[in-house]
């Protein structure tokens, strides 16, 4: 049964930062792709960023340059570090992968399996 559960999210100040995580049950990234998604009230769930299967990140032109997504294979993880945080990053976070597949998308769909999500309030 996998599993994805997030944590780390809460209210910031603007110009603050977090750092959120994702943890895996009954399941490894390997060589996946595995990203975080956000969604804000009355919007769509946007990719923030992602870790493909080569390992190599890519993020949404929105939080570039303040954004590092990471593995953390000990850990059996993913982390957000988001820095800088305007009221436009408030959002519900999820973390999510595309199990078996390594290359990634911006769509929503083509990742199966999501965890619940951690929400982050900026103000």
């Known amino acids: 049964h996998v599993q994805l559960v997030e944590s780390g999210g809460g209210s910031v100040q603007a110009g603050g930062s977090l750092r959120l995580s994702c943890v895996f049950f009954g399941y490894t990234p390997a060589r996946d792709c595995i990203a975080w998604f956000r969604e804000a009230p009355g919007q769509e769930r946007e990719r923030v960023g992602h870790i493909d299967g080569d390992g190599i990140a890519g993020y949404a032109d929105a939080v570039k340059g303040r954004c590092t997504i990471a593995k953390d294979i000990a850990k059996n993880s993913m982390v957000l570090q988001l820095n800088n945080l305007q009221p436009e990053d408030s959002a519900m976070y999820y973390c999510?992968?595309?199990?078996?597949?390594?290359?990634?998308?911006?769509?929503?769909?083509?990742?199966?399996?999501w965890g619940q999500g951690t929400q982050v309030t900026v103000s």
């Open positions: 999510a992968v595309r199990s078996g597949i390594g290359w990634c998308t911006t769509v929503q769909r083509d990742y199966n399996y």
